[in-house]
């Protein structure tokens, strides 16, 4: 199956009149999708402080739904801990209602240990919570395609429980993460792989010396993964798109560019500045030189769906305007 290119803009969440702005300015100038993350609060990422304002993802999309024509509305991903699996797919499914059929459920198994400690949310290891994932989109496909559930799992429970109206079309499912719990659920549920350095679900925190470690080499492996997890039940591997989430810094020139990745490599702690130009989780260069990346991760790597981070409201534009119509 081949996959049109698409980008999505992430949001920023600290107030609306911001989030409302960047997603006229993704409708205006060409991207597929709004995303917001979903986190009550974030550290040690970017210099994020945990009292910094930040907003609800879901009321968010639901209050930008009517403002907006025709980008999806996705998440960067919800974090299954945080709402029982029959409210995610009523939220999904009044989204998909109010935006006439514009919304995707991006889903993972939820890592940051700071923000479960801080809210006395239950923190089980790895393995559990993806699990329990597992058996949220099993509950929620169910719920979005028969006339009443009965499920029983291991986590979840439901009886005779009827779920409408139902969301049309059915929206598509986008699992992040990296680990092979993961890719095994995504090889079996997910339309689309965000697929992400795992170092967050095992540590509980970002961890810089893990994110360095995620080259492209990796990222590939975990493409691999995917493709041999398919084989097993007998899925097309090309049934699910390839996705990534990067931070993208625009250059007016070579030399502007070059400035900016020795800013993520102090950033990073790294001294190996092709390591950061080529990192499955930055895109960093000149517009030319940033289309160019992106053509060629798809054709060597098949990736077609960027989340994308901008530092700036007027890199998003430049993106908008001058990268996406040369990779389109």
Known sequence: MKHSMKFAAVLPLNDFASARSR??????????AIAAEDHFFMTGLMGHDRTAPRLECFTM????????????????????????????????????????????LGLGAGWFREEYDAFDIPYPAPAVRIDQMRE???????????????????????????????????PRIVIGGGGP????????????????????????KVVM??????????????????HAECAKIGRDPSSIELSAMVYIMIGRTPEEAEMYANGIMQAMGVTDRAAVMRSPNTLVG???????????????????????????????ETFGREVIPRVG
């Open 23 to 32: 997603a006229a300015l993704a409708e205006e100038t060409g991207f597929y």
């Open 61 to 104: 999309l639901a209050a930008l739904a009517p403002l907006t024509k025709r980008v999806v509305l996705t998440q960067i991903v919800a974090a299954n801990s945080f709402r029982h699996p029959a409210l995610l797919a009523k939220i999904i499914t009044t989204l998909q209602h109010i935006s006439g059929g514009r919304t995707e």
């Open 136 to 170: 949220s989109l099993e509950l929620i496909k169910k719920l979005w395609s028969e006339p009443t559930v009965d499920y029983q799992g291991e986590h979840y429970k439901i009886t005779n429980a009827p779920h409408e109206p139902k969301p049309t079309p059915i």
């Open 181 to 204: 719990r993961l890719i095994r659920v995504a090889a079996a549920q997910a339309d689309v792989i965000n697929i992400i350095p795992p170092a967050g679900g095992k540590f509980g």
């Open 209 to 226: 010396e893990e994110i360095q470690k995620f080259d492209m080499a990796e990222f590939s492996k975990r493409i691999a993964l995917l």
């Open 286 to 316: 000149t517009t030319e030189q940033i289309a160019a990346e992106i053509r060629r991760r798809r054709d060597e790597l098949g990736v077609t769906y960027y989340f994308c981070n901008f530092f700036a409201p007027e890199m998003m």
